[in-house]
């Protein structure tokens, strides 16, 4: 499992991202601007970022070169469909990708996939072996930095539950209208 770093002002981004990120098993952490991403960056020690490049505070282009100077961690950049794009402000803070919002799953995992297919973790594991982080495992859960944070994570958990409450509800009308006792669950 790889850790990415994602970091957008954009709530329905972030939700977007972390639902395609997490189906495919990664371990996500969210952030809504670049300079929490900066602080993020070496207690989270992620496999991969993810910047929105028009980012208040601190933008991708700004976090990118950062991540470069520092660590040297693969970073793709992400833009509105219609947002233009520098290309040579994304080549000279060495961007390894750009991503267009709204994000589609297959372009992303993509994007991705030459980054955290196979992390240094697990390339080091043989078979039979137990697998041993030198990190400790960090909690599956949305970093909550502002309301808007808490407002991405609700609906991610909603999102989640939805198509199990729509089945409930559904039951409950229908055993309604048909004037029985609705089946529980």
């Given amino acids: 499992m790889s850790r990415i770093l994602l970091a957008d002002d954009s709530p329905h981004a972030q939700r ?7 189906d495919e098993g990664h371990e996500v952490i969210t952030v809504s601007d670049g300079r929490v991403a900066m602080l993020r960056l070496q207690d989270a020690e992620p496999d991969l970022i993810i910047a929105d490049i028009s980012m208040p505070e601190v933008t991708g282009f700004e976090l990118c070169e950062f ?4 660590s040297g961690q693969p970073v793709i950049l992400t833009a509105g469909a219609v947002e233009p794009i520098d ?3 994304v080549d000279r803070v060495r961007a390894d990708g750009i991503l267009k919002k709204p994000f589609e799953a297959s372009l992303v995992l993509a994007s991705i996939g030459r980054f955290v297919t196979r992390s240094p973790r697990a390339s080091k594991v ?5 697998v041993q982080s030198s990190r400790p495992a960090a909690p599956r859960t949305v970093a909550v930095l502002d309301p808007e944070q808490v407002r991405a994570a609700v609906t991610v958990a909603l999102d989640e539950a939805m198509t199990e409450l729509i089945d409930i509800v559904t039951d409950r009308v229908v ?11």
């Fill in 16 to 22: 977007m991202g972390e639902r395609i990120l997490r």
């Fill in 67 to 70: 991540v470069k100077r520092t």
């Fill in 87 to 89: 290309e040579a402000e």
């Fill in 126 to 130: 043989r078979p039979g072996e137990a």
């Fill in 175 to 185: 055993a309604a209208l048909q004037g029985r006792k609705p089946q529980p669950k």
